[in-house]
């Protein structure tokens, strides 16, 4: 391999726990900003646009916007790895394991649902999802499940096993769903409609809208809290400086202030809100008292594991680390 190469490989994805030699970190003086994990070099610059990791968060995979490449840390710390997943990756999703890569692709490049095996770094197999597949995720307990929303204007849900090797189930959801994240026993999910201003529960086994609940104009990215008691939502448009919190026991809707152009969201294990303000290049602990911490950039995506949360920069392809 030539020395121009390996610089290339090594500008992509190196290290999720401390694996990347010298990594560039925040001054000590502030010892709540984030790491930057992983730093971009003028060799090459691959966009990232999208991020998510293993329950452990051994297993840290970044899709590249642009470009038909994810980039891998796997559980032996190799950080030089990209895999060509055939068309312009959208979103991913690592199972609770880490022993699964998800990457759904994009409607105009070669639309379907990607499986990669991250220890390999290979493609394992392509699955039809329909003509425009976006968020995916896994269910957790012995017979975990594969969930990809998509469709655009038909908007649907596709329930597919594990390995994605077949589709079990395709359900009807509503207009342009967009967020998603599944209940902790793996049986229902949340899925924000942004054309119908609304998050819906579907049964996945039946496929059934057991709730409908509205939310302020165009929900995007989805987050359930730990507790399965609050959902977090960004929103497009004019308002997209706020987030919105759903109590899921009242149904009423709390706005909170983030910051302009929030790309993501999440809750940390002890059910600490966060939210990746892209433009304004921070991560922030939402509440009363906002916390920020500065990350640069255009951050997008979000991985949350445990209190710590990763998110990776759209401009550069960094990725930065950060504790709540």
Do not use: C, K, N
């Amino acid at each position: 391999m030539s020395s121009t190469r390996r610089e290339a490989l090594g500008a992509a994805v190196a290290g999720a726990t401390g694996l990347l030699a010298a990594p560039a970190v925040a001054p000590a003086a502030a010892p709540t900003a984030p790491a930057t994990i992983v730093a971009a070099r003028s060799v090459t610059v691959r966009r990232g646009v999208a991020i998510a990791a293993s329950r452990d968060g051994r297993t840290l995979v970044v899709a590249h916007d642009r470009r038909r490449t994810i980039a891998l840390v796997g559980r032996g710390g190799r950080a030089d790895r990209l895999v060509d997943v055939g068309g312009q990756p959208v979103e991913v999703a690592v199972s609770p394991d880490g022993r699964r890569i998800a990457v759904s692709t994009a409607a105009w490049d070669q639309p379907g649902l990607v499986m990669v095996d991250p220890v390999a770094a290979r493609t394992l197999r392509r699955t039809d999802v329909g003509p425009a597949p976006g968020a995916a995720t896994f269910t957790t307990g012995r017979r975990a499940r594969l969930v990809v929303v998509g469709g655009e204007q038909e908007g649907t849900l596709h329930v597919l096993d594990a390995d994605g090797t077949a589709v079990l189930a395709r359900h009807e959801l509503g207009l342009v769903p967009r967020g998603l994240a599944v209940t902790a026993d793996g049986r229902a999910a949340w899925v924000a409609l942004a054309a119908q201003d609304e998050v819906v529960r579907i049964d996945l086994r039946s496929g059934r809208l057991t709730r409908r609940l509205a939310t302020p104009p165009r929900p995007e990215r989805l987050a359930l809290a730990p507790d399965g008691r609050r959902l977090l939502l960004t929103h497009a448009g004019p308002d997209a400086d706020r987030v919105s919190e759903i109590d899921l026991r009242r149904g009423t809707v709390r706005r909170l202030a983030a910051g302009p152009l929030p790309a993501a969201v999440g809750y940390t294990r002890r059910g600490r809100r966060l939210a990746v303000v892209g433009g304004a290049g921070q991560v922030v602990v939402l509440g009363p008292r906002p916390r920020r911490r500065a990350v640069g950039g255009a951050p997008r995506g979000l991985a949350v594991v445990g209190e710590r949360a990763f998110t990776v920069d759209h401009l550069t392809g960094a990725v930065h680390r950060v504790t709540a």
